[in-house]
C-alpha cells in the first residue's frame, strides 16, 4: 500500500511557474513509477508527466512538454512537477499517481494508487 499526498497548487498568472509535490508513504517508493495527471471541469483526467524507478526516464503529454518538468527524490520519496510559463488551459486539479509496472506508463488505469489533488488556477 502507498499513501501519496498532493500540494503546491494555487492561483497564477499566466506565465507564472508553481511546483507541485507529491510526498509517498508504505511501501518501497523506488519501486514505482510516478506520474502526474490532471482533471478539468467537465473533461476526463489526462495524463501529464512520468518518471520511472530510478528518475532516468521521463515522458510528457505534448501539451507541456518544454515547459513542465517532473523529478523524484527517492531518498525523500518525494516526486515532483516543475510547471513553468503556465496557460489558461493548464487549469485543474492535479493527482500524483504510482504504478507498480516496471516502465513508464502514460494509461490512468496502469496506476495502482492516488493522491488526493491539488487544484491548479491559471488566470488569462
Known amino acids: 500500500q502507498v499513501q501519496l499526498v498532493a500540494s503546491g497548487g494555487g492561483l497564477v498568472q499566466a506565465g507564472g511557474s508553481l511546483r507541485l509535490s507529491c510526498a509517498a508513504s508504505?511501501?518501497?517508493?523506488?519501486?514505482?513509477?510516478m506520474g502526474w495527471f490532471r482533471q478539468a471541469p467537465g473533461k476526463e483526467r489526462e495524463f501529464v508527466a512520468a518518471?520511472?524507478?530510478?528518475?532516468?526516464?521521463?515522458y510528457y503529454a505534448d501539451s507541456v512538454k518544454g515547459r513542465f518538468a517532473i523529478s523524484r527524490d527517492n531518498a525523500k520519496s518525494a516526486v515532483y512537477l516543475q510547471m513553468n510559463n503556465l496557460k489558461p488551459e493548464d487549469t485543474g486539479v492535479y493527482y500524483c499517481s504510482a504504478s507498480a509496472a516496471p516502465w513508464v506508463q502514460t494509461s490512468a488505469n496502469q496506476y495502482n494508487y492516488w493522491g488526493q489533488g491539488t487544484q491548479v488556477t491559471v488566470s488569462s
Open positions: 518518471i520511472s524507478r530510478a528518475g532516468i526516464n521521463t
Open positions: 508504505g511501501r518501497t517508493f523506488s519501486s514505482y513509477v
